[in-house]
């Protein structure tokens, strides 16, 4: 009888044991992470207005050396920067030593030199802020002050993930010409009293030049990655074919994220959150041609995915690309994070938070405010279908614990 109790005894007490492990700790360590999810939040928005000032109160004084420091492999900056304004107040002052046509690619761009060595790349402004561009998701050219703008929406999530922008006016005669090379110089030209240049890539045609008002051309500049940091080009499982009548995979079999999950990257590590990442920061700008992405080389999926190039956004505030959510609806996964830091932004706030974080760039306003608002409802509609993967498979399949420690040295 004794030895009954005694097993019944033992048992009583294993069941205590699970539920203190399941019920207790983990919720502990839950709640511990919310918090902690909560305090970044509002570390970000105590952090959002940024002053362009050339003081720099740091042991390195050159601004290029602070922002190449920066860098790992799961970040492009740290959450603290103070030394953010003054890296990208010499972005936009400082003077330029060389000018060449951009690198590879289908969008007009120019590579500039400026003092100190450092490379960054110039996007022309073609639109005016209220311009709509009407067609497919992906139509039109680049928009300089939507590379601005993404920048910004990527330190509101959180991610970090996107290189340095800010906008720029820039002399054409005076700033550029001079200091042109001849392939980029062979492509100006003046178009009634304003100076204008066509550079060279796969779309640029003599007769679609970038024209400045005058001689003064707004346009946006994006800080070089460090070339100790070589980049590495990978085909978006996602990817849309830009073929008439020809579906990509995704597009008409609802199991293939079933398939994804089994090729590398993204049958382990972090490689296939990115990609939800991605997907919801795409849809609120409202990208739809993220046909390839970059990540570092030789990273065995462990890389962020970088947010680069992301001009063929904020076109059509009226156009909601449910597509783009594709990876989010067909995987029904997304990382705690990011879950919590989308509902911090409901009600109005991603709006806010995103309108204070541009007002000091120099081309401010950056968007109209029915881009402004087109956010906040794209982010009901990402909360939406998290909600519907939830109820279908439940929130302990859906919402990953996915945090990595980021050291900066």
């Avoid at 820039?170 to 550079?199: D, H, S, W």
């Avoid at 045609?205 to 970038?210: F, G, L, M, Q, V």
């Avoid at 890389?303 to 156009?319: C, Q, R, T, V």
Wanted: one cysteine or more; glycine letters at 6%.
């Amino acid at each position: 009888m004794k030895l009954k109790q005694r097993v019944v005894l033992l048992a009583i007490l294993l069941v205590i044991f699970i539920f203190t492990k399941v019920f207790l700790i983990d919720n502990l360590d839950t709640s511990a992470a919310n918090r902690e999810d909560q305090r970044a939040f509002h570390r970000m928005m105590a952090s959002l207005h940024i002053e362009l000032d050339p003081r720099l109160d740091h042991t390195l004084q050159s601004p290029w050396e602070i922002a190449a420091q920066w860098v790992v492999p799961r970040e492009v900056y740290p959450e603290e920067t103070p030394e953010l304004g003054a890296v990208m107040h010499a972005m936009t002052t400082k003077k330029i030593i060389k000018a060449d046509v951009g690198y590879k690619g289908t969008q007009l761009k120019a590579l500039l030199i400026l003092e100190g060595g450092q490379k960054v790349v110039f996007k022309p402004k073609r639109y005016a802020r209220d311009y709509v561009v009407e067609g497919e998701p992906y139509a039109g050219y680049d928009r300089h002050n939507a590379e601005v703008a993404a920048f910004h929406l990527d330190r509101i999530l959180g991610f970090r993930r996107a290189p340095l922008v800010v906008g720029r006016f820039v002399n054409l005669r005076t700033e550029i010409k001079p200091v042109a090379t001849e392939q980029l110089l062979g492509t100006f030209m003046t178009v009634g009293n304003n100076t204008c240049f066509y550079g060279k890539c796969y779309y640029c045609r003599e007769t679609e030049p970038a024209c400045a008002d005058g001689d003064i051309m707004e346009g946006s500049v994006t800080l070089w990655l460090p070339d100790v940091w070589p980049l590495q080009k990978h085909r978006h499982p996602w990817g849309r074919t830009y073929r008439e009548g020809k579906l990509a995979r995704w597009e008409y079999d609802e199991s293939y994220c079933d398939a994804v999950k089994k090729t590398s990257p993204y049958d382990s590590g972090p490689r296939l959150l990115d990609i939800i990442d991605t997907a919801i920061f795409d849809y609120l700008i409202g990208n739809a041609d993220r046909h390839h992405y970059e990540s570092f080389q030789d990273d065995e999926g462990a890389s962020m995915l970088i947010l680069l190039d992301n001009a063929k956004s904020f076109g059509n505030p009226a156009l909601d690309e449910r597509s783009i959510l594709a990876p989010l609806y067909q995987c029904c996964i997304i990382r705690v994070s990011t879950w919590n830091r989308l509902n911090y932004l409901k009600n109005g706030v991603l709006k806010s938070a995103l309108k204070t974080a541009m007002s000091h760039d120099p081309i401010s306003p950056v968007l109209s405010d029915p881009h402004l608002d087109a956010l906040d409802q794209r982010l009901l509609s990402i909360l939406a279908t998290v909600k519907q993967c939830t109820d279908q498979f439940g929130p302990d399949v859906v919402l990953v614990e996915d945090r990595m420690t980021l050291s900066h040295l």
